[in-house]
């Protein structure tokens, strides 16, 4: 079973910056697409950036133009870069692949 371990959460103002990471265990990296999803509370959890294996990206309306989902192969990881940060933007942040969910990175946006 993969593993996930996630980083990269934190405090930030509105309109900055912040990357997270999801760090993979096993050899089927390169062939599993990979998912970036939230929960704010109160809310269900929605799907944010999708990655395939051949890298192609698909994201949320509401980060369009404001999230990029990448992934290193090479290091087994994939991230997530979030600039123009609102206040709306606040949740714990999940990635998943390989049927395993990280444990969650906490995301809050000041305004």
């Known amino acids: 079973q993969v593993q996930l371990v996630e980083s990269g959460g934190g405090l930030v103002q509105a309109g900055g910056s912040l990357r997270l990471s999801c760090a993979a265990s096993?050899?089927?990296?390169?062939?599993?697409?990979w998912y970036w999803y939230r929960q704010a509370p109160g809310k269900q959890r929605e799907l944010v950036a999708t990655i395939t294996s051949g890298s192609s990206t698909n994201y949320a309306d509401s980060v369009k133009g404001r999230f990029t989902i990448s992934r290193d192969n090479a290091k087994n990881t994939v991230y997530l870069q979030m600039n123009s940060l609102k206040p709306e933007d606040t949740a714990v942040y999940y990635c998943?692949?390989?049927?395993?969910w990280g444990q969650g990175t906490q995301v809050t946006v000041s305004s």
């Open positions: 096993g050899s089927i990296f390169n062939f599993m697409g």
């Open positions: 998943k692949g390989g049927g395993s």
